[in-house]
């Protein structure tokens, strides 16, 4: 973590090629620490609750569907690859030639 001896807040820093004032940083900080207040971090993992529950529903929902309707999914595969092969192709074979 970053601590200026110096009081002027209004002091800048130089990172790699950047310019920073310090009350930006200070800022940055500020609000790091509180995002990362609501993290569950326990076993050596540092998780966003939020993302993580919204991001397993939509595995979990789309894996249930696919094993429940697997003949809609497969139907639906089959017409996803379809649009890509015949409207990305074209677009990638004009590229090339």
């Known amino acids: 973590m970053f601590i200026n001896k110096h009081k002027d807040s209004n002091s800048t820093?130089?990172?790699?090629?950047y310019l920073f004032k310090e009350s930006d940083i200070i800022?940055?900080?500020k609000e790091?620490?509180?995002l990362h207040k609501r993290n569950f971090v326990?076993?050596?993992l540092?998780?966003?609750?939020?993302?993580s529950v919204v991001s397993a529903i939509f595995v979990l929902s789309f894996i249930l569907i696919t094993v429940i309707f697997p003949d809609f999914t497969a139907n639906m595969f089959n017409q996803a690859k379809t649009w890509v092969t015949?409207?990305?192709?074209?677009?990638?074979?004009s590229l090339l030639t």
């Not at 015949?86 to 074979?93: A, E, P, Q, R, Y």
């Open 42 to 44: 326990k076993y050596g």
């Open 32 to 34: 790091t620490i509180r």
């Open 13 to 17: 820093h130089e990172l790699g090629s």
């Open 46 to 51: 540092d998780l966003n609750i939020f993302v």
């Open 86 to 93: 015949t409207n990305l192709t074209l677009g990638l074979s």
């Open 27 to 29: 800022e940055r900080t």
